[in-house]
């Protein structure tokens, strides 16, 4: 053991270097933990996968229902701004009133495009739908009466456009008035209810998430109380004995993320051909949901977040309770 | 003309090492603690000045360690009252007990080293709390290993060590911040008496540039070689001391 112990420290040691080293110094800190929180989580494999797996399983629902509901809207969106009107006429109108009644439509200002449909278009529409081509042939006479396809104006509000369908129903030779915005406001009823309930189990499930986050996070905390015993007796602040636990809920957090995004993929894969095929058959194309990189972010970035609050409040909880 | 400056200037660092360290006033301080019908501490009352070194000694369970934890503000008294340098420790809030603490060095009986780090990062301990600069965290704490006659020890971790070469580790943290406050319990515990005289002669050093010293021992022997003032405890009680 070497005498003169105060002197050789002190005269030798460098000095802090002022404000930017301590930054330095803080970064150098917070680098420490992170490899320390990730080298703990790969440590403790079996135990860092179940908290990832329950917190994506927590995260996974909330999030295929928000992927459901923008399938919704895409099914919507090209009638949600001016859903079609189809009008049936009796059947053996003479073309000299259909001509006046496609005159009489177009002049109308609450509506845009005024399509006559005949009879046998409408066969050849139908036919292609139900892919029935032999049973069509084999009809004897087209039961299929003249219609029109009319498109109202975009800026119609919707009691113009109860009177314009009341008015169109009034005509002597139409037979039948079919909205599109009857079925259209069921499935946007359907997208509000879909979305509405989304909001309630993110926030349930992201709860759930947090309460998991926050129980895995307490566990490490118990595994390290000497440490952080012999911290705080050394004088290291709350806030620095809570880093490396913050630290250890965003990794429970991003993985848990990681796997949700995981599982609402396989989901999508497994569900993307019968959901496009069953869409199909109503004559409707969209594009299949998935993720695109912005949203991945965005849900890692709420699971990180999700993990960091967790992993806040076991800590604080934790560590005040703790007679240091 | 020499002589006087010389003087002066002892004076000067005298005066230094005293701001420098911190006294600490005890006034009829008792502690109970639950379901023990007797105090482990019973009204006393002592000051400790600034920039000395001063042994408490008594029989186990005298209330040596319990002292040492309520300077270190462990817990509260639950009478009298404790002032370190001039700050009254039951007006200290939780952001400001680490402040106090950090300029504070402790030796504890258990060592209490972190089994899962380095014997170094283990010294660095206090300067890491404190945000010091990785460079100068490095240097002093391996300064305070070679001081301690652990050199080669920065890589090992605390397990792989001796219970003697563990106390010199937990001693070299305690020093490494150069703190105002150094407690001490049973530092030598656990060494032998040439490294117990080396010890000691640090703390001795620590002293001189302006610490004050409280050190925790049963060791009459060791207190006698020192010559250093005490005040002893028994049952609690203070029941004797010698002026600083």
Redesign the interface.
């Known amino acids: 053991m070497k005498d003169s112990a105060p002197e050789l420290w002190s005269q030798s040691a460098p000095r802090d270097g002022g404000v930017h080293a301590r930054i330095i110094a803080w970064g150098r800190e917070h680098a420490l933990l992170l490899r320390e929180s990730f080298e703990h989580v790969t440590r403790n494999l079996v135990a860092s996968l179940l908290a990832w797996t329950l917190i994506g399983i927590a995260l996974s629902l909330p999030l295929g229902l928000y992927l459901i509901q923008t399938g919704l809207q895409l099914i919507t969106g090209p009638w949600s701004t001016s859903p079609g009107v189809t009008l049936y006429l009796q059947a053996g109108i003479a073309d000299e009133r259909l001509t006046a009644l496609h005159a009489l439509l177009e002049e109308d200002v609450r509506i845009e495009s005024a399509i006559h449909v005949p009879p046998d278009a409408a066969l050849n529409q139908f036919s292609d739908l139900i892919g029935l081509e032999s049973l069509v042939e084999d009809l004897t006479s087209n039961p299929l009466p003249d219609a029109f396809d009319l498109v109202p104006v975009t800026s119609l509000p919707a009691s113009d456009m109860e009177r314009l369908i009341e008015e169109l129903a009034s005509i002597e030779e139409v037979r039948d008035v079919v909205s599109e915005g009857l079925w259209l406001n069921r499935v946007l009823a359907l997208s509000e209810l879909v979305k509405r309930l989304s909001l309630i189990l993110a926030a349930l499930f992201g709860v759930g998430a947090l309460l998991i986050t926050a129980s895995s996070v307490r566990l490490v905390i118990e595994s390290r109380l000497a440490e952080l015993q012999v911290m705080s007796l050394v004088g290291a602040t709350p806030r620095f004995m809570r880093r490396p636990f913050i630290y250890f809920g965003i990794m429970y957090g991003l993985g848990g993320g990681f796997i949700a995004t995981m599982l609402i993929s396989v989901g999508i894969l497994m569900l993307r051909e019968p959901a496009l095929e069953f869409l199909g058959s109503y004559g409707v194309e969209v594009p299949a949901p998935g993720f695109d990189a912005p949203l991945v972010m965005l849900i890692l970035v709420a699971a990180a977040l999700i993990g960091a609050v967790g992993a806040q409040g076991a800590c604080r909880r934790r560590l005040k309770s703790l007679e240091m | 003309m020499y002589s006087t400056l010389a003087t002066l200037w002892t004076r000067c660092l005298q005066a230094t090492n005293e701001m420098f360290g911190l006294g600490v006033q005890l006034t009829e301080v008792t502690k109970m603690f639950a379901g023990r019908s007797r105090g482990a501490l019973q009204g006393v009352s002592h000051s400790f000045e600034p920039g000395t070194i001063t042994f408490v000694t008594g029989h186990s369970g005298a209330g040596k360690t319990t002292l040492l934890r309520l300077i270190?503000n462990?817990?509260p008294p639950t009478y009298g009252q404790v002032i370190v340098g001039d700050v009254n420790l039951a007006t200290l809030n939780?952001?400001q007990l680490?402040?106090?603490?950090?300029?504070?060095g402790?030796v504890?009986q258990e060592h209490?080293?972190?089994s899962?780090r380095t014997v170094l990062d283990n010294v660095m301990?206090?300067l890491?709390?404190?945000?010091?600069?990785?460079?100068?965290m490095e240097?002093?704490a391996l300064?305070?290993l070679?001081?301690?006659?652990l050199d080669d020890k920065g890589d090992v971790f605390p397990e792989q060590l001796s219970t003697g070469e563990q106390q010199?580790v937990g001693i070299a943290?305690a020093?490494?911040n150069?703190p105002r406050l150094l407690l001490a319990d049973e530092p030598t515990g656990n060494l032998d008496p040439e490294?117990s005289k080396?010890?000691m002669?640090?703390f001795r050093?620590?002293r001189?540039?302006g610490t004050t010293v409280i050190v925790a021992s049963h060791d009459l022997a060791l207190i006698e070689a020192f010559g250093a003032p005490f005040i002893e405890l028994r049952e609690g009680e203070l029941v004797g001391h010698t002026r600083s």
Do not use: D, K, T, Y
Request: glycine share 4%; hydrophobic share 50%.
């Open positions: 270190m462990q817990f939780a952001r680490p402040r106090f603490r950090q300029q504070l402790v504890f209490h080293l972190l899962a301990l206090p890491r709390v404190s945000g010091r600069s990785r460079a100068l240097s002093r300064n305070a070679a001081i301690m006659g010199r943290r020093l490494v150069r490294m080396s010890v002669r640090l050093e620590f001189e540039i």
